[in-house]
């Protein structure tokens, strides 16, 4: 019988995952190996549109197209109406934080671990609209203080932005928590889900957030280049999309438009069909496991490796927070994390650098250097494992 470590088949999980045959792969927080399927859904639709054309490939499609809704629905808890598909998180986050209204004054309550491309956002709008930005300090174990943030509140507060899983680490923000302090305040509350999609059980209901982030190619397992946003239908019509475009509006009279009714106003027109089928795929093989399941074996994967990590002499694990997923930082004494990441790179072990600048903030209270990034993701072996811990070892 194949062990199925929280019912996960993992022999037939490595089987679905060309990469495996390749690389020890820790670079899920970068991009995740992709598993046949949603290889193939994204060929075949290519193959289409070289036999009969793009726009009669996607007409073909149609069905298919509009599927996707629905399993990011199933992936989030929420309805279908209230999606937008994107190129990326980037782009998903900054629609989402330029559709409101900023005015001189304007408050954003956000958090230490706050990534850099979210945090160059609230500067440029400090800096074009005169708005204030406030990080809620970190408690002991590193997360976001949520009783710091509740005392941080006042009239001026226009939204809480923070990041659910942040670049650098295994640190998992309570999000929930923050959600019921949002709510219980009327204020927005924006989640930057890109790190937690595919390897945390995500309810936009139980996370209590309205607006929420994420990317198809990192834990989802999905395509470079896909990305989507989820904006609660109770805000759909106080916020003001940044793009009206004539996918996402109507052109009704010379001097008048009209938004689509859904979340859809935050598209626009051109998709990569290809692209977007492969995130279907990705969605619904991670439906397929079952989130619960997925973010165990994530979780205890990764705590293992942070105890053998921890083993190595020279190591110091650098992650924070009570509730910790799957990717681990860390540096090894006397070698530069650029330097432990190539020569892992030269033996088919592929992990990356967390740089200081993409986690300010935080990096700057911690006084990190660059972090070698092991990100593990439920296909990952024990035999991996031991490979890397081993070439950790050797150096
Ligand atoms: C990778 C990342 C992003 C950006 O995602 P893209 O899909 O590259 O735009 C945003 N937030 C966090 C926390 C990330 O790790």
């Given at each position: 019988m194949t062990p199925k470590p929280n019912g996960i088949d993992l022999q037939r999980l490595r089987a679905d995952t060309p990469g495996c045959a390749e690389v020890a792969h820790f670079n899920n927080a970068g991009a995740a190996l992709m598993p046949r399927p949603v290889v193939e859904a994204q060929i075949a639709h290519l193959r289409r549109e070289a036999e009969i054309g793009g726009y009669e490939a996607k007409a073909e499609a149609a069905a298919r197209i509009e599927a996707v809704y629905g399993s990011i629905g199933r992936l989030l808890n929420c309805g279908t109406d209230e999606i937008a598909l994107v190129e990326n998180a980037t782009v998903a986050w900054d629609l989402a934080f330029h559709a409101f209204d900023w005015q001189p004054g304007d408050k954003v309550l956000t958090a230490e671990a706050e990534y850099a491309s979210n945090y160059l956002a609230y500067l440029h709008a400090r800096q074009r609209y005169g708005i204030e930005i406030a990080a809620v300090p970190s408690d002991a174990s590193g997360q976001i203080d949520v009783a710091a943030l509740a005392r941080m509140l006042d009239a001026r507060v226009k939204l809480i932005a923070i990041t659910?899983?942040?670049?650098?680490?295994?640190l998992v923000n309570p999000a929930a928590e923050v959600g019921k302090v949002a709510k219980a305040n009327g204020i927005p509350f924006l989640l930057d889900a890109c790190q937690s999609a595919g390897q945390i059980d995500l309810d936009v209901e139980a996370l209590g957030c309205d607006l929420l982030s994420a990317t198809g190619r990192k834990y989802l397992r999905g395509p470079r280049g896909t990305g989507f946003l989820y904006v609660r239908r109770s805000l759909l019509e106080q916020l003001d999309p940044p793009f009206p475009d004539l996918h996402s509006a109507r052109w009704v009279a010379p001097d008048r438009y009209v938004w689509r009714e859904d979340a859809r106003r935050f598209e626009n027109w051109e998709f990569n069909h290809a692209g977007l089928l492969g995130l279907g795929a990705a969605v619904d093989y991670a439906l397929a496991l079952g989130l619960p399941a997925i973010e165990d074996r994530v979780a205890e994967l990764a705590s293992d490796l942070r105890s053998r990590l921890a083993a190595v002499p020279g190591i110091d694990v650098m992650d924070l927070g009570e509730n910790r997923c799957g990717l681990c930082t860390f540096t090894l004494a006397g070698h530069a994390a650029s330097e432990v990441a190539q020569k892992l790179r030269a033996q088919a072990i592929n992990v990356s650098v967390s740089d200081p600048n993409g986690t300010l903030l935080d990096a700057t209270r911690r006084g990190l250097p660059d972090l070698v990034r092991a990100s593990v993701h439920y296909y990952n072996s024990a035999d991996e494992m031991d490979r890397l811990i081993g070439a950790l070892e050797t150096l």
């Open positions: 659910h899983v942040p670049t650098n680490g295994g």
